[in-house]
T-cell receptor, first 114, second 111 residues
Framework: DTAVSQTPKYLVTQMGNDKSIKCEQN?????MYWYKQDSKKFLKIMFS???????INETVPNRFSPKSPDKAHLNLHINSLELGDSAVYFC?????????????FGPGTRLTVL | KQEVTQIPAALSVPEGENLVLNCSFT??????LQWFRQDPGKGLTSLLL?????REQTSGRLNASLDKSSGRSTLYIAASQPGDSATYLC??????????FGAGTILRVKS
């Protein structure tokens, strides 16, 4: 049973393209997140949604747009991809949006922009 | 603004050794602190979450401590095994459920 799943696992694309990464959680959680881990392995939050509403939006280029069709899904759409977007993107979920909620992470999507 | 630092950046030990990983954070007004494990090519696995009201949290051979006043947490691994080899990440909240991660400690346990 996969708690938090992401597709695809690997994504290689050309600069300027538009791509999406999908995330699904089957834990019944209310809150979902997107994190970016760069080449230096720093993991930083990008977005957080609670019950389909945006609650955290870090300083991320507006080329990145999260979309939450329902509580169990949070997809990440990226327009006009740039070389610097190459990273591993992790989706996560937690029961609530409180600071006592453990976050559960997906396996990551390695994005390579050529 | 919360900043999280982990020391050492990398650690190589022989099997069976007890070891300590260190994490420090700048904003001590935290409700909890979380330790994660990351295996190559895989996601993060939550190991331990310590609430601010707790001093320690234990899971098997892992013991995590939290000292808010000094802005420090340690992860103690007893009787290390090759299967413990991974990157260990510490994360402290900045506000709400926004986690700020350290750069991690890469652990290698040699058999």
């Amino acid at each position: 049973d996969t708690a938090v799943s992401q597709t695809p696992k690997y994504l290689v694309t050309q600069m300027g393209n538009d791509k999406s990464i999908k995330c699904e959680q089957n834990l019944g959680h209310d809150t979902m997140y997107w994190y970016k881990q760069d080449s230096k392995k720093f993991l930083k939050i990008m977005f957080s949604y609670n019950n389909k509403e945006l609650i955290i939006n870090e300083t991320v280029p507006n080329r990145f747009s999260p979309k939450s069709p329902d509580k169990a899904h949070l997809n990440l759409h990226i327009n006009s991809l740039e070389l610097g977007d190459s990273a591993v993107y992790f989706c996560a979920s937690s029961q609530g949006s409180g600071n006592t909620d453990t976050q559960y992470f997906g396996p990551g999507t390695r994005l390579t922009v050529l | 603004k919360q900043e999280v630092t982990q020391i050492p950046a990398a650690l190589s030990v022989p099997e069976g050794e007890n070891l300590v990983l260190n994490c420090s954070f700048t904003d001590s007004a935290i409700y909890n602190l979380q330790w994660f494990r990351q295996d190559p090519g895989k996601g993060l696995t939550s190991l331990l979450l310590i609430q601010s009201s707790q001093r320690e949290q234990t899971s098997g051979r892992l013991n995590a401590s939290l000292d808010k006043s000094s802005g420090r947490s340690t992860l103690y691994i007893a009787a290390s095994q090759p299967g413990d080899s991974a990157t260990y990440l510490c994360a402290a909240p900045e506000y709400g459920n926004k986690l700020v991660f350290g750069a991690g400690t890469i652990l290698r346990v040699k058999s």
